[in-house]
């Protein structure tokens, strides 16, 4: 496995769906985002992580995507470092999860998608400056982006 090319896809909902702060990962854009890397990325084993275990594997059930179980009672540290091991690129479905950014900024690999904050969000989104946030060679992944998927 650690010889195989990973790209992981984080997915934050839980607290996020009731916060106003933040936009939790939605089903349509994370399922895009996954058909994006499985097209950027043919022979890569697509492994989606999260808060919501139920709900991700509802959601990807027939996409050949594997879905990270970690007890919730884990230290972060222990996602943090699977990534560290194994995930080549990172897409973060909820661009202002912080753990996210960590998940993706200590990945084996340093190529990062996150999506897009959108012009007319609000909450903390409408305060974030992008360059202050993701790093230089993280890219946004846009709307555009998005459409064939």
Same mark, same amino acid.
């Given at each position: 496995?650690? *010889? ?27 399922? *895009? ?13 697509? @492994? ?7 709900? @991700? ?52 690999? *340093? ?23 993701? @790093? ?9 982006? @998005?459409?064939?998927?």
């Amino acid at each position: 496995m650690k *010889k195989d090319f990973h790209a992981c896809v984080h997915v934050r909902r839980g607290d996020y769906l009731t916060s106003g702060l933040h936009h939790a990962s939605t089903p349509e854009d994370t399922v *895009k985002i996954i058909k994006f890397l499985k097209n950027a990325y043919p022979n890569a084993r697509i @492994l989606a992580f999260g808060n919501d275990n139920e709900w @991700l594997t509802s959601l990807v059930s027939g996409l050949d995507v594997g879905v990270a179980q970690f007890k919730i009672q884990n230290p972060p540290n222990v996602d943090w470092e699977f990534s560290r091991q194994y995930c080549d690129v990172v897409a973060l479905t909820a661009p202002t999860s912080t753990y996210g950014w960590w998940m993706a900024f200590l990945a084996r690999g *340093k190529v990062v998608y996150y999506k897009e904050i959108e012009k007319n969000s609000e909450g903390m989104e409408s305060e974030l400056i992008p360059n202050d946030y993701f @790093l230089p060679y993280w890219t946004p992944i846009t709307k555009t982006m @998005l459409k064939s998927y």
